[in-house]
């Protein structure tokens, strides 16, 4: 029995996605948290907490688009010309986002509040273009005979936005539960403060989505509810609701890594719920692994080079965690 390509890259392409969000998602939340942290000093030790491996995250989103050129020419052409104004924002703000990382550390103190907006509006403008891309994904691309059919303002819908601003939540939630992994005093009891009302934003997100999801598809709306599937399915809101609730207990004792984890664990569980949706297409409504794929021998020799290179991403992306592993302080900075 041959192996099933198309399968084996979308595994790799949604790992890579979701490896993204895990690890971008927490050092973008980190600027998101500006908005409410007003302290220089403690602006500092939350820029520091992320320096050793912030560049290197962004990693997994070069992989994931690759991935998706090499095995899903289709998909990468109706996507990138579907979706090319979002994505165009999202690319400006993580650039923009990176020169202000680097500038707010070298500057004078008279550039510095320059540069820590500039790092805040960075982060906010390519995290909510995420949102937006992922949301724009979900309610569906016009296709006519393999060539994207809508309009170039297909992607701004009310659902769009709204994703938009849960995924704005959903990384500040990252961010504020890393940092109390990696910060201790006054900086720490804050993101314990600041993680209950994210907690409690981020499931009024996940159940207006959830509610608002199957009816922008029959298909969608068929998989969730109908039965067998229901009860199949069940597991994943139960798990969600379990996991933000032991979330809201964690933060008010005096936790260590406990938030970040479950914080991880409700993406996961969302993601799960991405996925159970969609498959097996790659575009909805009706864009299938099948129909997008790349000819075999182009996805069996570009597999071979994933194959390669990425354990070398998992090692060195591990070895960089583990060095630089511990609480984070002010004069704790490797520039």
Request: proline share 6%.
């Amino acid at each position: 029995m041959g192996i099933d390509l198309p399968i084996v890259w979308a595994i790799i392409i949604a790992a890579g996605v979701l490896l993204y969000v895990i690890m971008d998602g927490f050092d973008l939340g980190i600027g998101v948290l500006f908005l409410v942290i007003k302290d220089r000093q403690k602006r500092d030790i939350m820029v520091n907490s992320v320096a050793p491996v912030w560049d290197g995250n962004e990693t997994w989103l070069v992989l994931g688009g690759a991935g998706l050129m090499a095995a899903f020419p289709m998909a990468y052409a109706i996507i990138l010309s579907a979706l090319y104004l979002p994505l165009l924002l999202m690319l400006i703000g993580l650039i923009w986002r990176g020169v202000a990382f680097e500038f707010r550390i070298h500057s004078d103190k008279t550039h510095q509040a320059f540069w820590d907006k500039a790092f805040l509006a960075g982060s906010l403008l390519a995290t909510l273009s995420q949102g937006v891309v992922l949301g724009s994904f979900i309610q569906g691309i016009e296709v006519n005979n393999g060539i994207f059919a809508g309009s170039v303002w297909d992607w701004l819908t009310p659902f769009s936005l709204i994703c938009g601003l849960g995924l704005v939540i959903t990384y500040a939630l990252l961010g504020s539960t890393w940092l109390i992994l990696k910060t201790e005093g006054a900086l720490y009891q804050q993101m314990c403060r600041i993680s209950r009302p994210l907690t409690w934003g981020l499931l009024m997100m996940i159940l207006v989505v959830s509610l608002w999801t199957p009816w922008l598809s029959p298909s969608i709306k068929d998989r969730w509810f109908t039965f067998p599937n229901f009860f199949y399915f069940l597991p994943v809101p139960l798990l969600t609701l379990a996991t933000a609730w032991q979330l809201l207990k964690s933060v008010y004792h005096t936790p260590h890594g406990g938030p970040f984890i479950l914080t991880l664990l409700l993406i996961l569980l969302g993601y799960s719920g991405l996925v159970i949706s969609l498959w097996p297409n790659i575009i909805p409504p009706n864009i299938t692994l099948e129909a997008a794929s790349s000819p075999p021998q182009s996805q069996g020799f570009t597999l071979v080079g994933a194959l390669l290179i990425m354990p070398i991403i998992l090692m060195y992306t591990a070895w960089s965690y583990y060095v630089f592993r511990g609480k984070t302080t002010a004069d704790h900075s490797i520039y």
